[in-house]
């Protein structure tokens, strides 16, 4: 058992230390072609500085995802239950989100009471739907459309998000929720991403007595829908 528990440390750090080092060996290159005078032509050096913003920034996000999973996974993350509306946290999610979809013309629509009330910890509902609503504007296709709807069960609350993106196979869909997992093919190469993210909603979810399911299909789109029922006090997702 120990040696499993080292050999899965041991893969974790390899994949966290590739997963920071191509950034930033990207960073450097770019840095480099300025130090080489590309700032001469300013439309390179934008470019060179455009490019390293967005590594930087894919590299803050796999930072903040790896300290919300390791404070999940070790109980250590202080959770502080409320009353909250679902609708508005789904709201204010759908408002960070659209400065990248407006500047691919991506359609966010609402579909949600106007109140949907759950005893949670507002951050983990805020963690959840921030990352499926980006997930669902970042693997859409321009002029796309995405759908969040937001219900009340008798259990608690069920949040949908669907997009009109590049969709995935049963193969790929089958991998998603792992650790560090990110689909890699043609239309994909593109994209940044932590690979933590959909990890983390699952585990968020189990929290909540709930499970993420994911419906997909290549070239038409991608449906996750999240079940959760009131949070319990503990902090074991097994």
Same mark, same amino acid.
């Given at each position: 058992?120990?040696?499993?528990?080292?050999?899965?440390?041991?893969?974790?750090?390899?994949? /966290? !230390?590739?997963?920071?080092?191509?950034?930033?060996? @990207?960073? *450097?290159?770019? %840095?480099?072609?300025?130090? &080489?005078? +590309?700032?001469?032509?300013?439309?390179?050096?934008?470019?060179?500085?455009?490019?390293?913003?967005?590594?930087?920034?894919?590299?803050?996000?796999?930072?903040?995802?790896?300290?919300?999973?390791?404070?999940?996974?070790?109980?250590?993350?202080?959770?502080?239950?409320? /009353? !909250?509306?679902?609708?508005?946290?789904?709201?204010? @999610?759908? *408002?960070?989100? %659209?400065?990248?979809?407006? &500047?691919? +013309?991506?359609?966010?629509?609402?579909?949600?009471?106007?109140?949907?009330?759950?005893?949670?910890?507002?951050?983990?509902?805020?963690?959840?739907?921030?990352?499926?609503?980006?997930?669902?504007?970042?693997?859409?296709?321009?002029?796309?459309?995405?759908?969040?709807?937001?219900?009340?069960?008798?259990?608690?609350?069920?949040?949908?998000?669907?997009?009109?993106?590049?969709?995935?196979?049963?193969?790929?869909?089958?991998?998603?929720?792992?650790?560090?997992?990110?689909?890699?093919?043609?239309?994909?190469?593109?994209?940044?991403?932590?690979?933590?993210?959909?990890?983390?909603?699952?585990?968020?979810?189990?929290?909540?007595?709930?499970?993420?399911?994911?419906?997909?299909?290549?070239?038409?789109?991608?449906?996750?829908?999240?079940?959760?029922?009131?949070?319990?006090?503990?902090?074991?997702?097994?």
């Amino acid at each position: 058992m120990a040696q499993e528990k080292r050999q899965v440390r041991f893969q974790f750090l390899s994949v /966290l !230390v590739h997963e920071l080092k191509a950034p930033l060996v @990207a960073v *450097e290159g770019y %840095l480099r072609l300025l130090q &080489e005078g +590309a700032a001469s032509d300013p439309e390179t050096a934008a470019r060179a500085v455009d490019r390293s913003l967005v590594r930087l920034d894919g590299m803050r996000k796999l930072i903040v995802d790896l300290l919300d999973l390791t404070r999940i996974e070790s109980g250590q993350k202080v959770r502080e239950f409320a /009353l !909250v509306d679902v609708v508005e946290v789904a709201r204010a @999610a759908i *408002e960070t989100a %659209l400065p990248a979809a407006r &500047e691919r +013309a991506i359609t966010i629509e609402m579909h949600a009471p106007e109140l949907v009330v759950l005893q949670a910890d507002r951050g983990e509902i805020e963690i959840m739907l921030n990352n499926l609503v980006s997930n669902a504007v970042k693997y859409n296709r321009d002029g796309g459309r995405v759908d969040v709807t937001v219900s009340g069960t008798p259990q608690g609350a069920t949040l949908e998000v669907n997009d009109t993106g590049i969709g995935m196979t049963k193969e790929e869909t089958a991998k998603l929720f792992g650790e560090f997992v990110r689909i890699k093919n043609a239309k994909t190469r593109n994209i940044m991403g932590s690979g933590l993210g959909l990890s983390i909603v699952r585990k968020l979810a189990t929290l909540y007595g709930g499970d993420v399911t994911v419906a997909s299909q290549p070239d038409v789109g991608t449906t996750f829908t999240v079940h959760l029922s009131a949070a319990t006090t503990g902090n074991d997702v097994g």
